[in-house]
Nanobody
Framework: QLQASGGGLVRPGYSLKLACAASGGTFSYWHMGWFRQAPGKEREFVAA????????YFANSVKGRSTISRENTKNTVYLQISNLKLADTAVYYCAASTQNVFRDYDTSGRYVYWGQGTQVTVSS
């Protein structure tokens, strides 16, 4: 139901915009999140946005150089990260939360639907 795209190989300092397209559900009712998992590490929270797009949340590691947005008419959520660093290398996953009130947005267990992931590699 969730298809992430937009990953690739980029040089440090460049930007990348990921997209996550939803199908088969009521996207406008879902709160959306992005998580990432680097080799040998646990999955970690990156960013989240509520169903209306009014509230956004970011991990400290990407705060100030990332934006998260959504287009409910296109059933799509986006994550843009600027000034990419080597530490941003990971598989990025989008996820959907069906909570009525968006709590614990940084907790993977609060999300019920997950995309397959898209690889982002930052390398010089």
């Amino acid at each position: 139901q969730l298809q992430a795209s937009g990953g690739g190989l980029v040089r440090p300092g460049y930007s990348l915009k990921l997209a996550c397209a939803a199908s088969g559900g009521t996207f406008s009712y879902w709160h959306m999140g992005w998580f990432r998992q680097a080799p040998g590490k646990e999955r970690e929270f990156v960013a989240a946005i509520d169903r209306n797009g009014r509230s956004t949340y970011f991990a400290n590691s990407v705060k100030g150089r990332s934006t998260i947005s959504r287009e409910n008419t296109k059933n799509t959520v986006y994550l843009q990260i600027s000034n990419l660093k080597l530490a941003d290398t990971a598989v990025y996953y989008c996820a959907a939360s069906t909570q009525n009130v968006f709590r614990d947005y940084d907790t993977s267990g609060r999300y019920v639907y997950w995309g397959q992931g898209t690889q982002v590699t930052v390398s010089s």
